[in-house]
């Protein structure tokens, strides 16, 4: 079993910054790749950002380019979002995930709320 617990969400302010981190533990060896996804109220859950735990590769939703950075600290086993230029469509809670084949993930942290105003 693989435990996966996220911080570093809140509220800021349209055009600030915030990053998010997802602490993994437990059997961390089985992880081949890490996710963000969001669910905002009345939306479904939607995919953010994915980064594979070895190799250098990374994807981002289209909503989220150039603006999102996923990165990850294997000797710490972590993964980090860090979010700029947030926007108000923004607002949602932040799930991570491991190991996804489209939603249907292995492990789901618990979720951070993060808030942007306008």
């Known amino acids: 079993q693989v435990q996966l617990v996220e911080s570093g969400g809140g509220l800021v302010q349209a055009g600030g910054s915030l990053r998010l981190s997802c602490a993994a533990s437990g059997r961390t060896v089985t992880l081949s790749a890490m996710h963000w996804f969001r669910q905002a109220p009345g939306n479904e859950r939607e995919f953010v950002a994915a980064i594979a735990w070895i190799a250098v590769s990374t994807n981002y939703a289209d909503s989220v380019k150039g603006r999102f950075t996923i990165s990850r600290d294997n000797a710490k086993n972590t993964v980090n979002l860090q979010m700029n230029s947030l926007k108000p469509e923004d607002t949602a809670v932040y799930y991570c995930?491991?190991?996804?084949?489209?939603?249907?993930?292995?492990?789901w942290g618990q979720g951070t709320q993060v808030t942007v105003s306008s």
């Open positions: 995930a491991a190991n996804c084949r489209g939603k249907n993930c292995d492990y």
